[in-house]
């Protein structure tokens, strides 16, 4: 029986998000076994089974972690790492609307979900049969859930495909394991998840998937399960800026201004030839195959080279998709430099970045007018200095 909580529409929306996401020419690499995904997909794993699967099966409780505490006391933000920050109230099961995307749409619903605590303690171990690969694999069993101290944690990973037919759940990680043909079928009362991090333009197709998909995990906030590449979460709403003793500006005077490390000089947004034009207007140091510069270490050009000595960074996605915001963002803002984003509007990076953290292209007619601006907060130390009086405000959280 369908869930009071899922839309009418719940098909067609998972239809049209994965004919987004089958567009593209290869698979990602990147992981998405972090805090998020697992928690997340705890949480739904949970209400799945409790509100629309009943599945008969039963797997016996293992003693490799404590049971979920279901109580209403305050619980601490679990997944973030300042110790100080504020203890809130848990998701209690009546409020699961708050966890779904058609209840909260311009929400990434990630804090209520991984907030979530069921009210009555479960009675079984839900079993999740991931193909993820590698080293990229997040543990096995019941254990990564509890060490990442999961409020929901009364699930177990196993990557052994024999197991498929037990699985309550199936999260197809960048892949289709060679099992699945176009007439598989999914039974019942078993959920399948497609999780992808790239965008469509650099995804594998997966047309043997078509039809039998329930959820998605990606960086877009449609998704099911929203795992982008990184999220701000601040320590107090009302508190964005704050004084900075450091002068950003300052400490880099009269050294160099503008970098970039890049590799794939190929995309449809065109941002090499952006980046060309804005260098004849500006000093763009270009390192990596794209470019006349070499990292100086080993091929790697590292945050210490940018914390250094650059005062921007090119934070230039490969798509402008809706949402996409990789660890290009993250990279600039944690070296202390001020990122120069291309990629979605700048409306989906202030969902995500911290508060005045950087600077869109899409604010400027041309890229004169960008360099423009550059130099003038490279002239102006205390202007320029604006950009960083987020931080101390929160801290980002990944997801991969």
């Known amino acids: 029986m369908r869930s009071k909580f899922l839309p009418e529409s719940f098909p067609k929306q998972l239809e049209l998000i994965l004919r987004i996401f089958t567009s593209g020419r290869r698979s990602c690499r990147r992981g998405l076994a972090g805090i998020f995904t697992l928690g997340a997909l705890a949480t739904y794993i949970m209400i799945s089974v409790t509100l629309r699967l009943n599945p008969q099966r039963t797997l016996p409780f293992e003693e490799d972690g404590p049971d979920t505490d279901a109580d209403d ?8 790492t300042n110790a100080s920050m504020q203890h809130v109230s848990p998701v209690q099961q009546d409020e699961v609307w ?4 058609k209840m909260q749409p311009n929400s990434d619903r990630i804090e209520n979900q991984l907030l979530y605590r069921p009210k009555k303690k479960p009675t079984r171990i839900k079993l999740i049969l991931s193909t993820e690969r590698g080293l990229e694999r997040p543990g096995h069993g019941r254990s990564c859930f509890v060490k990442k101290k999961c409020l929901v944690n009364h699930c177990k990973i196993t990557y052994d495909w024999t197991k498929s037919a037990e699985a309550d759940a199936i999260l197809f990680k960048n892949n289709a394991p060679s099992e699945i043909h176009y007439g598989s079928t999914r039974p019942p009362d078993q959920v399948w998840i497609l999780s992808l991090l790239e965008s469509p333009h650099h995804t594998s197709e997966f047309s043997r998937l078509y039809g039998r998909i329930n959820w998605t995990a990606t960086y877009r906030l449609d998704s099911e399960l929203v795992t982008p590449y990184g999220k701000w979460v601040v320590y107090d709403p ?3 800026a704050k004084p900075q003793a450091l002068d ?18 190929q995309t449809a947004n065109k941002r090499l030839e952006y980046a060309r034009e ?7 140091d270009i390192y990596g195959s794209c470019g006349s510069l070499k990292c100086p270490k080993k091929g790697k050009c590292g945050g210490k080279l940018l914390r250094e000595e650059y005062k921007f960074y090119l934070s230039f996605e490969n798509s402008n998709c809706k949402d996409y915001i990789t660890e290009k963002l993250w ?4 070296n202390d430099a001020l990122p ?15 508060h005045k953290s950087f600077i869109h292209v899409q604010d400027f007619a041309s890229p004169k007018d960008l360099a423009d601006y550059l130099l003038r907060l490279d002239a102006n130390d205390t202007e320029y200095n604006q950009y960083f ?12």
Not at 278 to 284: K, N
Not at 331 to 334: K, M, S, V
Not at 389 to 400: A, H, M, R, Y
């Open 98 to 101: 708050h966890l779904w995307p």
């Open 340 to 354: 120069v984003v291309m990629g979605p509007l700048r409306t989906d990076y202030e969902f995500v970045a911290p």
């Open 238 to 240: 009302k508190v964005l």
């Open 248 to 265: 950003y500006g300052g400490r880099k005077a009269g050294k160099k201004k503008v970098a970039w490390f890049v590799s794939n000089c």
């Open 389 to 400: 009086q987020w931080k101390g405000t929160g801290c980002s959280t990944p997801t991969t």
């Open 331 to 334: 990279f600039a803002l944690e």
């Open 73 to 80: 006391a305050p619980v601490q933000r679990w997944y973030l």
């Open 278 to 284: 804005l260098a004849e207007y500006i000093e763009v």
